[in-house]
């Protein structure tokens, strides 16, 4: 794709033909704004939107929260076009940071926005670039000389690479949805994710591998006519040979690519003291609840938060059914940034439970989750995609449960398989009630070997009393994962299946439904007949199962 169609396809997100035109809702609250340009090492030059309260003066030494972003173009906001111009503060705590007297930073990635330089997608060059901004706020005459980073989806995962990079004068991180990992982002074993096709649909439509050419598309979104002649120029700054690069890295399938195992943010947090909040939403379409929770269990002793629960790809502020959340946040940065002498309310970690309750836990998964080993029923199915059908398909199901059996923690599966490794095989954990209505709880897949290993996505599900655990093994789940059918059979010559479980839960905290849990109820369902739930039944030896 050259330079020339990718600044062609930037200018149709700007004018909104590939999405709604949508106006950027204004601050609640009176600000100064000012541009700048921030030399890195390498000499890439970083964009910068500095916002201060209003009525300050130039020299008085505030807090500050930063930002660093591929998406905060004064164009378009993703691919939404921002018909005010202006800074780009969509989605991010900038009216309450302002609001409570700190500065807010918001930073263009190098080869985003106003920057100049190749888009490096979590590499060495944005490590650098984190910490060359965070480094330069804290050095600034209007800084106090510590900052804090915020932001969901990539903007969170440039806080975690600021918790890699060590930057002097970074005080605090909140990061939710993150990209941990992101070859795990785009690939699960191999097989690429399906990203969502919002606003028209939830489901996904878009394989991984189109995601760098979207990420060039932002990249190559041009500046408005009131932008400064650099900014205009950087925005349009793209060579062919950081556009290939950048595809190449984004399109490998292999995990065992070098630069996809330097980008593995677990190993490069492991051991964090800087305190951390961190956010992830079990029914996340877009940075699902997978490897978040290995950098979670991972960091050093420090006053790290965690919320994990029913949402989506959001943080907190409003979309959780959670009214505490702007306190803790806000709380968090005054300890940790302001330095106020302030205690951050809630539990170390939030958790938002499938049935609506909210509770408090030490850790996640809670330490005294222990998997259960379940034995599956075996068989074979056909590797063939897209059309439902019995042949696609190996159900267990167990016997009703007697009382409350509450899943938590991250589910994995072992199979023993014969079949092409051209094919796949996927596990899904249904919770099923007494109309046989059957709801998804979580999900995995892995190419088919001899010995596969399934890794499900984290859940946190209490399922009722009357209720089965259904286990379904099939080939591929086609709006989850994108998968060339091999039109092979598998034949699946032992299953077993761990599922983490605790004592049952009593929700301590108060909270709510979120837009994406009422979906996930309605859209996650599906009718299993009286004759599949017959002859599928098996005794799992569950806590409470009946026999």
């Given amino acids: 794709m050259s330079v020339v169609v990718r600044v062609l396809a930037g200018v149709a997100l700007v004018l909104g033909v590939l999405a709604p035109v949508t106006v950027a809702e204004p601050l609640g609250v009176g600000f100064q704004w000012r541009q700048t340009y921030i030399d890195a090492p390498d000499g890439t030059r970083l964009h910068a939107d500095i916002l201060r309260p209003e009525g300050i003066a130039d020299d008085v030494r505030t807090p500050v929260i930063l930002t660093v972003s591929p998406y905060r173009s004064h164009t378009a906001f993703i691919s939404a076009p921002r018909l005010e111009g202006g800074p780009s503060t969509d989605n991010l705590p900038v009216e309450p940071a302002l609001r409570a007297g700190y500065t807010y930073v918001i930073v263009d990635l190098r080869g985003f926005g106003g920057s100049n330089g190749c888009p490096d997608y979590g590499g060495p060059g944005e490590r650098a670039d984190v910490a060359t901004a965070v480094e330069w706020v804290a050095s600034q005459p209007w800084s106090t000389g510590k900052v804090g980073m915020a932001g969901v989806s990539y903007e969170a995962w440039t806080g975690l690479l600021g918790l890699a990079a060590k930057p002097k004068g970074l005080a605090a991180v909140l990061a939710f949805e993150p990209v941990v990992d992101p070859y795990s982002y785009l690939y699960m074993q191999g097989v690429s994710w399906k990203f969502s096709g919002k606003p028209v649909t939830e489901n996904g439509i878009r394989p991984a591998d189109q995601v760098g050419e979207e990420h060039l598309l932002i990249a190559s979104t041009p500046g408005r006519p009131d932008d400064s002649p650099e900014y205009q120029a950087n925005a349009l700054d793209m060579s062919v040979r950081c556009g290939e690069e950048y595809l190449a890295l984004t399109a490998d399938h292999n995990g065992d690519n070098p630069d996809w195992r330097a980008r593995d943010l677990v190993d490069g947090v492991r051991g964090s003291t ?222 077993r299946l761990d599922v983490p479980l605790v004592p049952q839960r009593q929700p301590d905290l108060t909270g709510g439904g979120s837009e994406a849990h009422a979906k996930w109820r309605v859209e996650k369902v599906i009718t299993l007949t009286p004759e599949l739930v017959s002859s599928a039944s098996i005794t799992m030896n569950l806590p409470g199962e009946t026999r």
């Fill in 274 to 495: 800087i305190p951390l909040f961190l956010g992830q939403g079990f029914l996340d379409y877009n940075t699902r609840a997978d490897r978040v929770f290995d950098l979670w269990n991972g960091l050093g002793p420090g006053d790290h938060r965690a919320w994990f629960g029913q949402w989506g790809h959001s943080d907190c502020r409003v979309k959780c059914g959670t009214p505490q959340f702007d306190a803790e946040m806000m709380a968090f940065f005054d300890k940790h940034v302001a330095g106020k002498d302030v205690t951050v309310p809630g539990p170390r970690v939030t958790v938002g439970q499938f049935d609506g309750g909210w509770r408090s836990e030490t850790a996640w998964p809670p330490v005294d989750s222990r998997k259960i080993a379940v034995d599956l029923r075996t068989g074979t199915y056909t590797d063939r995609g897209f059309v439902p059908g019995a042949d696609r398909e190996i159900w267990s199901i167990s016997q009703p449960l007697a009382q409350a059996t509450h899943l938590s923690g991250v589910a994995t599966a072992d199979l023993r398989l014969s079949g092409p490794a051209s094919a796949t095989a996927a596990v899904e954990l249904y919770d099923i009630g007494p109309d046989n209505r059957a709801t998804v709880i979580t999900r995995g897949i892995a190419p088919v070997a001899e010995t596969t290993n399934v890794r499900l996505l984290g859940q946190d599900w209490p399922l009722a009393a009357g209720h089965r655990l259904g286990v379904r093994i099939t080939d591929v789940v086609d709006d989850v994962w994108s998968h060339a059918p091999s039109n092979a059979q598998v034949t699946v010559q032992s299953a």
